[in-house]
């Protein structure tokens, strides 16, 4: 059993479902994308994402008719596997099709562009051997990662925010995608403890030097499951 929590980008809300690995992930379509195959190789009974990846998944397996390979999607940054920005921590991009045809590979990655339902499909040579397709939010604070979050952000990248922080012993921030106070303390502490201005606001140098300290540690006994 997971527990999937679910940004919903129309109500700017936190949705939380207690999912079996053979269940569908929430809001897709039927059973195209089970809980398992979201979860790909990441051993974490919290599982995240949002509303408009998976709309963004029902458009494109819709349109393609038929079943798609899921080779990698959701990790948690202390599992590492991608890199230090990664959307796949955000829960909102997907590795698809490494079992299909180069030819095969080419039309999903084609169609995916063609939809438009993506922010990013990343392009045939620099993943020859699978898709990638992501659906992530912006504008990024740095370069291709990710956005600015401060006191009262609501989404997915306060969760890769607090399970940055509390991986890394800064505790008190939870784990729930909702930038409160203690979010707010927690991320100043860690800010002090680099040499960056304390400002309580996740900003390009700030995810810089969390992801980087974050990405691929393991999990500590600080980690936090809701």
């Known amino acids: 059993m997971a527990t999937i929590l679910v940004y919903n980008n129309y109500s700017n809300n936190m949705e939380i479902y207690q999912q079996a690995e053979s269940d569908p992930m929430p ?51 202390w599992e590492g596997g991608h890199g230090y920005q990664s959307q796949h921590y955000a829960g909102v991009a997907l590795d698809l099709a490494q079992t299909a045809t180069p030819e095969e590979r080419n039309e999903l990655r084609n169609l995916a562009s063609r939809l438009g339902v993506w922010v990013y499909v990343e392009p045939a040579y620099l993943t020859p051997t699978w898709v990638h397709v992501d659906r992530r939010l912006g504008p990024p604070a740095c370069p291709a990662g990710y956005p600015l979050v401060r006191r009262g952000s609501v989404n997915q990248y306060v969760l890769v925010l607090q399970d940055a922080l509390n991986a ?7 784990l729930d995608g909702i930038f409160g106070g203690g979010t707010q303390r927690a991320l100043i502490n860690f800010q002090r403890s680099r040499g960056l201005s304390p400002d309580g606001i996740a900003g390009c140098a700030t995810w810089t030097a969390l992801t980087r300290a974050a990405r691929g540690i393991g999990r500590t006994p600080t980690v936090v499951n809701p």
């Open 27 to 77: 809001y897709s379509t039927g059973r195209t994308l089970l809980v398992r195959e979201f979860r790909g190789s990441s051993d974490s009974s919290v599982l995240w994402t949002d509303v408009r990846t998976m709309e963004a998944w029902n458009a494109t397996r819709n349109a393609w008719g038929r079943n798609i390979y899921v080779g990698f999607a959701f990790k948690r940054i």
């Open 168 to 174: 890394l012993g800064y505790t008190g921030s939870g």
